[in-house]
């Protein structure tokens, strides 16, 4: 048997405490040997805070440590985006697998069919592979060091997108920026370059002398410039653009939350661009739940703007926004129509459907009404041999029906409507205010025909007029009233959320459209 001869002991080898029975006969290996035999300088705990100055900043500095959180995935992105535009410039790494559910955009650029294209198209004008061939490493090797061992890999590594896209500026005023698939830049010894973002600092650099310069310069600066329209237009085009990748990424967009035209506008765009990188169906729901926290101030502006908001709820597929513009847009038709020609078809077939069903409820709602009448207490009906009075009633009551309820006649056109060869041009029809009038046959009682009216038309014959008649003539035409008022009831109902109290809010047209969850067209 062999026998383990202790190792001398030094001054420097005796470490600080020792346990019992640890230098007894116990091989050692090298690792331990060379940890014991150290300099005297240095304490038994350096081994141990050795391991933690890696991000100890230097000169007051630290090195960079690449973010994994939105907008920049440096570990786990694999989609590089650029939105540069005039100037100014945004820089993101995201997840090619959220953008492709979220965009059929980016579902389709990513595919396998379009990258193999892609790469087809870049093999034919790329160079020949002899000039190439310099310094190409696998991308599945690791560099060697000098002593024939892989660099160990640092934790922060920088991660290599796969596909990379740039937003091309329009050509023309009327085309709009989009991003283009660009193919990720080669160094010189292969693989693709990422352009970093610039490293964080802990202290700001310090001041030099241009610094000061420029410190004077604005002080003694009179004149502050304004941003152009230019600027601000590129800003929305940035901040669209970073809204939509929030969006995909579930955070909450930066959309206006106190005034609600400027909030409209913001929408608007967003919508626009989330259609054209087909991603309505995860923007809409975000652009509904914003627009709806205004409540009655929204409903005012639908109001005050149907067909704008008609074409924002369509794309947002919000079904309270564009059922309440449809309500308005029905009502008031034809008179915007000439604003909704950008909307597909499906949502025109459904107005005109719309206006075709409140016409005929209309039609036959009228026809009812023109042919009330009273009855003797025979059952018969009242007529001017058996009921002269009661007849009266009737009769004075078609004809402020038929007077309210006909579109005026058409003004005459003078001479500067006409053309040159003297035949008088088109005029517009003259809108007619349906709805106020159903409303007031809605309300019934003094609403309409009073009591003014009334004794002013028994007065016509003076034999006939006395107060007993007038009472009675009242008392008829109150009972008329009465029956108007439930003949009509299905015209003034109100579908809006918009409170219109009892005379309509001022509104001439109906707003008894209603919308079922079968007539929305994106169903």
Request: aromatic share 8%; charged share 20%.
């Given at each position: 048997m062999r026998s383990v001869?202790?190792?001398?002991?030094?001054?420097?080898?005796?470490?600080?405490?020792?346990?019992?029975?640890?230098?007894?006969?116990?091989?050692?290996?090298?690792?331990?040997?060379l940890a014991i035999r150290r300099p005297p300088s240095v304490s038994s705990r350096s081994t141990t805070t050795r391991r933690h100055r890696s991000?100890?900043?230097?000169?007051?500095?630290?090195?960079?440590?690449?973010?994994?959180?939105?907008?920049?995935?440096?570990?786990?992105?694999?989609?590089?985006?650029?939105?540069?535009?005039?100037?100014?410039?945004?820089?993101?790494?995201?997840?090619?697998?959220?953008?492709?559910?979220?965009?059929?955009?980016?579902e389709a650029s990513t595919s396998e069919e379009w990258s193999r294209a892609q790469a087809q198209s870049q093999g034919q004008s790329a160079p020949q592979e002899s000039e190439r061939a310099l310094g190409r490493i696998s991308e599945d090797e690791e560099p060697s060091s000098p002593l024939g061992r892989p660099f160990a890999s640092s934790t922060h590594q920088a991660h290599r997108p796969r596909w990379r896209y740039e937003l091309d500026p329009a050509s023309q005023e009327d085309d709009t920026p989009m991003l283009i698939q660009k193919p990720l830049p080669s160094t010189l010894f292969g693989?693709?370059?990422?352009?970093?973002?610039?490293?964080?600092?802990?202290?700001?650099?310090?001041?030099?002398?241009?610094?000061?310069?420029?410190?004077?310069?604005?002080?003694?600066a009179i004149h502050i410039p304004q941003t152009s329209p230019q600027s601000a237009q590129d800003n929305d085009i940035i901040r669209d653009y970073d809204n939509l990748f929030k969006i995909f990424y579930n955070y909450a967009p930066a959309l206006d939350s106190i005034n609600i035209t400027e909030a409209y506008i913001q929408c608007k765009t967003l919508l626009a661009l989330a259609d054209m990188y087909d991603a309505l169906e995860v923007v809409g729901?975000?652009?509904?739940?914003?627009?709806?926290q205004f409540q009655s101030r929204l409903w005012k502006q639908i109001a005050k703007y149907p067909p704008s908001y008609l074409k924002l709820g369509y794309l947002a597929r919000s079904k309270v926004i564009f059922t309440e513009a449809l309500i308005h847009v029905v009502g008031q038709w034809p008179s915007g129509s000439p604003q909704l020609h950008s909307l597909p078809d499906s949502v025109v077939e459904l107005i005109e459907d719309k206006v075709d069903d409140l016409q005929d409820l209309k039609a036959k709602i009228e026809g009812r009404l023109f042919r009330l009448s009273l009855t003797t207490h025979r059952g018969e009906r009242a007529s001017p041999y058996n009921a002269y009075l009661d007849w009266q009633a009737?009769?004075?009551?078609?004809?402020?029906?038929?007077?309210?309820?006909?579109?005026?006649?058409?003004?005459?056109?003078?001479?500067?409507?006409?053309?040159?060869?003297?035949?008088?041009?088109?005029?517009?029809?003259?809108?007619?205010?349906?709805?106020?009038?159903?409303?007031?046959?809605?309300?019934?009682?003094?609403?309409?025909?009073?009591?003014?009216?009334?004794?002013?038309?028994?007065?016509?014959?003076?034999?006939?007029?006395?107060?007993?008649?007038l009472k009675r003539f009242e008392r008829r035409m109150d009972e008329i009233k009465s029956l108007a008022?439930?003949?009509?009831?299905?015209?003034?109902?109100?579908?809006?959320?918009?409170d219109l109290g009892r005379d309509g809010g001022g509104l001439g047209y109906l707003t008894c459209t209603r919308v079922e969850d079968v007539d929305f067209p994106w169903d």
């Open positions: 001869i202790p190792t001398p002991m030094t001054t420097a080898s005796i470490p600080s405490y020792n346990p019992p029975g640890l230098m007894v006969s116990q091989p050692q290996s090298a690792a331990q040997t991000n100890r900043s230097h000169h007051g500095g630290s090195p960079y440590i690449p973010q994994n959180e939105f907008p920049n995935f440096a570990h786990t992105g694999d989609v590089e985006i650029v939105i540069s535009h005039e100037g100014q410039e945004k820089w993101y790494m995201l997840h090619r697998l959220i953008l492709a559910q979220c965009s059929g955009f980016f693989g693709d370059h990422t352009p970093r973002p610039p490293p964080i600092r802990n202290k700001p650099p310090a001041p030099t002398n241009g610094f000061f310069r420029s410190i004077s310069a604005m002080q003694s729901p975000r652009i509904d739940h914003h627009l709806l009737a009769a004075l009551f078609r004809d402020w029906l038929a007077e309210n309820t006909t579109p005026p006649p058409p003004p005459i056109p003078k001479n500067s409507d006409s053309d040159p060869r003297g035949m008088p041009g088109p005029l517009p029809p003259v809108p007619l205010n349906s709805g106020r009038i159903y409303r007031l046959l809605g309300i019934g009682g003094s609403s309409y025909l009073g009591h003014d009216e009334l004794k002013k038309f028994q007065k016509l014959r003076p034999d006939d007029y006395s107060r007993e008649n008022k439930e003949i009509v009831r299905p015209l003034t109902r109100n579908y809006l959320e918009l």
